[in-house]
């Protein structure tokens, strides 16, 4: 079945680091990939998401790449702050069964000033 | 516009003992879903609603979970009895119909069993 790893954490960095959270995944076909990020006391937000291989998702100055070769959604961002520190988690689904998700474990990372 | 809300947002009961968690969703979202994080692990799939009916339960674990959406709206989701391997955070999501409509989530109820 399908499944997603994403590299284990707590990832602490200093404010203004540069910033990957390795993703892969496992599935048959063609899923759409996401990102989540879960703020503290906060639900799920969706960050970004990619529809096909090659599509880059970005928002909030974060960005990830649909690699299909590598099967790969890997999250960047350039320079972290302080209110990036959070939970982030990567996760496929398919468009046309359902929609649900399947989540990696997630992967705190705090950002220290 | 309302987000997904979720109560209790923690409980704390005893093993054998019932809990019952209720999710509403935005309205207007005909598709509802259940998700659980135990342990720290990954998020997990229970079920998904469209309307009042139950289109996927591939997820939910054993028979002492129940959920259910009268009418199309809330949701509610009976663990009884609860065991200790319950316990963890139940989030709900909900989107509008359609592919590609975005999922939003609740902020969870955690549920902790003794």
């Known amino acids: 079945g399908d499944s997603v790893t994403q590299m284990e954490g707590p990832v602490t960095l200093s404010e203004e680091a540069f910033l990957t959270i390795n993703c892969t995944y496992t599935?048959?076909?063609?899923?759409?990939l996401f990102w989540y990020v879960q703020y503290p006391g906060e639900g799920l937000q969706l960050l970004l998401k990619a529809t096909k291989a090659d599509d880059k998702g970005s928002n909030k100055g974060f960005e990830a790449t649909y690699r299909k070769e590598t099967t790969s959604f890997h999250l960047e961002k350039g320079s972290v702050q302080v209110s990036d520190s959070a939970v982030y988690f990567c996760a496929l689904s398919r468009l046309y069964y359902g929609q649900n998700f399947v989540f990696g474990p997630g992967t705190r990372l705090s950002v220290l000033p | 516009e309302a987000g997904v809300t979720q109560f209790p947002s923690h409980s704390v009961i005893e093993k054998g003992q019932t809990v019952t968690l209720r999710c509403d969703p935005i309205?207007?979202?005909?598709?509802l879903y259940w998700y659980r994080r135990v342990m720290g692990k990954e998020i997990k799939f229970l079920l998904h609603?469209?309307?009042?009916?139950?289109?996927?339960e591939s997820g939910m674990p054993n028979n002492r979970f129940l959920a259910e959406r009268t009418g199309g709206t809330y949701s509610t989701l009976k663990v009884q009895p609860a065991e200790l391997e319950d316990s963890g955070v139940y989030f709900c999501a909900s989107r509008k119909g359609g592919p590609g409509a975005t999922q939003y989530f609740g902020p969870g109820t955690r549920l902790t069993v003794l």
């Open positions: 609603f469209v309307k009042e009916s139950k289109q996927d």
């Open positions: 309205s207007g979202h005909d598709n």
């Open positions: 599935a048959t076909g063609y899923p759409s």
